[in-house]
């Protein structure tokens, strides 16, 4: 029935960032940096009577993936595949949305553009509190550093070749943080003063951020005390329990903690795989 269309959207892993309240939801957001990685997630979507979706084996909630549905007003088979643990600070809940609004574009020949795309995603994330800058930085590729809240705040992309390795420890509540003023508060005095021009700097500037920002847990300080004593760039993954750090060695290190997996920049934001009539 009608067309089906499979998307990709990319993840994101913020280093460090500051919420900023704007007099809308478009000016509501964060100022940040972070990677947008090379793992996301796939949307296969065919129009249909009625609304159906699955993420992955079927047993996580859909309400993220529904919300985009019903807020185009159209019906949907869907089948969502997520790359990277959900809830983990790598940007899942954007990325989803991200291909599910183009994936819907594309089904439904909807003639919306990439930014009313993006700012569709970003006004989710804001309104049910699962982000602040994602969608900003996953509707391109790079190491991302954003100056203004919302999908306008983006002032430089960079594209470095160097391999990360990212280690998880479970998740952590991106609503609880940023919808606490305390924890904002926290946050907004940890935010690093000077600007990444590399992803030297955007290491040094995350691990200083992560330090003073009252969201470290515990349990990764051994893991990022490691990494410093073997000389590997790592922080903490905002907003999840886990850490990235830059270069083959990090495979090594973070293997004492746990199961690393292997990252590089994505080179671009969401793309159409595949358009099919059926
Ligand atoms: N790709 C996805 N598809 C469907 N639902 C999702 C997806 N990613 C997240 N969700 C839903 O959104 C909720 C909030 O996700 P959350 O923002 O914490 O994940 P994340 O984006 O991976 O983490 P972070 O924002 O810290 O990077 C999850 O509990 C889940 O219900
Ligand atoms: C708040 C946040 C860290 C959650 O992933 C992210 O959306 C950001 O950098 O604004």
Request: hydrophobic share 45%; proline share 4%.
């Amino acid at each position: 029935m009608g067309r089906s269309c499979v998307t990709f959207a990319p993840g994101h892993i913020s280093g460090y960032f500051k919420r900023i309240d704007g007099d809308s939801v478009q000016t509501t957001g964060s100022l940040g940096a972070g990677i947008v990685i090379d793992k996301g997630v796939t949307v296969r979507m065919q129009e249909a009577d009625k609304i159906n979706i699955k993420i992955g084996d079927g047993t996580a909630d859909d309400w993220l993936i529904r919300e985009v549905l019903t807020s185009l007003g159209v019906k949907a088979d869907v089948r969502v595949t997520v790359g990277m643990p959900m809830g983990a600070g790598f940007g899942m809940s954007a990325a989803g949305l991200l291909a599910a609004y183009h994936a819907a574009n594309c089904v439904f020949s909807l003639g919306l553009s990439a930014e009313e795309i993006s700012k569709k995603a970003h006004a989710v994330e804001v309104a049910f509190g699962t982000g602040l800058g994602d969608a900003a930085a996953a509707s391109g590729g790079g190491l991302v550093v954003r100056t203004r809240p919302g999908i306008a705040g983006v002032k430089l992309r960079l594209y470095p070749k160097d391999e990360l390795w990212a280690v998880t420890f479970g998740s952590i509540s991106t609503h609880d943080v940023i919808t606490s003023e305390e924890k904002m508060h926290q946050v907004a005095a940890a935010f690093p003063g000077k600007e990444p021009a590399t992803l030297a700097e955007f290491m040094e500037n995350s691990a200083s951020f992560t330090e003073k920002s009252g969201l470290l847990p515990p349990n990764l300080l051994p893991v990022l005390a490691a990494c410093k004593e073997a000389g590997v760039p790592a922080s903490m993954t905002m907003l999840g329990n886990g850490v990235f750090a830059v270069g083959s060695a990090a495979e090594k290190i973070l293997q004492k903690f746990g199961e690393p997996v292997r990252l590089h920049v994505s080179s671009s934001g969401p793309v159409i795989l595949e358009e099919n009539h059926v």
